[in-house]
């Protein structure tokens, strides 16, 4: 079973920055694409960043490019998500997710973790 756990987050003033990190258990981590979602409240979950199994291909939201960086380290079975230039609007429970499909990742990943607080004051 594949369990992810995310942590980082927290409250931050707008124009600054965070790092997020996901562990995910078991030896197949790098099998894995990995992607982040968030939901702020009364908003649908949305897709915000995907990074695949090596760590050389990336994708990103449209309002979170240029700001937040996608990064993998698979010694340590740990994806990050750097988030710099924070904006009130980032503010929302921010979910780490894998599956062995970039493609599905980015839309219906297999695997969720339980999410992190992010909450940016204006």
């Known amino acids: 079973q594949v369990q992810l756990v995310e942590s980082g987050g927290g409250l931050v003033q707008a124009g600054g920055s965070l790092r997020l990190s996901c562990v995910v258990s078991?030896?197949?981590?790098?099998?894995?694409?990995m992607a982040w979602f968030r939901q702020a409240p009364g908003k649908e979950r949305e897709f915000v960043a995907a990074?695949?199994?090596?760590?050389?291909?990336?994708y990103y939201a449209d309002s979170v490019k240029g700001r937040f960086t996608n990064s993998r380290d698979n010694a340590k079975n740990t994806v990050y998500l750097q988030m710099n230039s924070l904006k009130p609007e980032d503010t929302a429970v921010y979910y780490c997710a894998a599956d062995f499909s970039f493609r599905v990742v980015t839309t219906t990943p297999a695997h969720w973790g339980q999410g992190t607080q992010v909450t940016v004051s204006s």
């Open positions: 990074i695949n199994w090596t760590g050389g291909s990336t």
């Open positions: 078991g030896r197949t981590f790098s099998r894995y694409a």
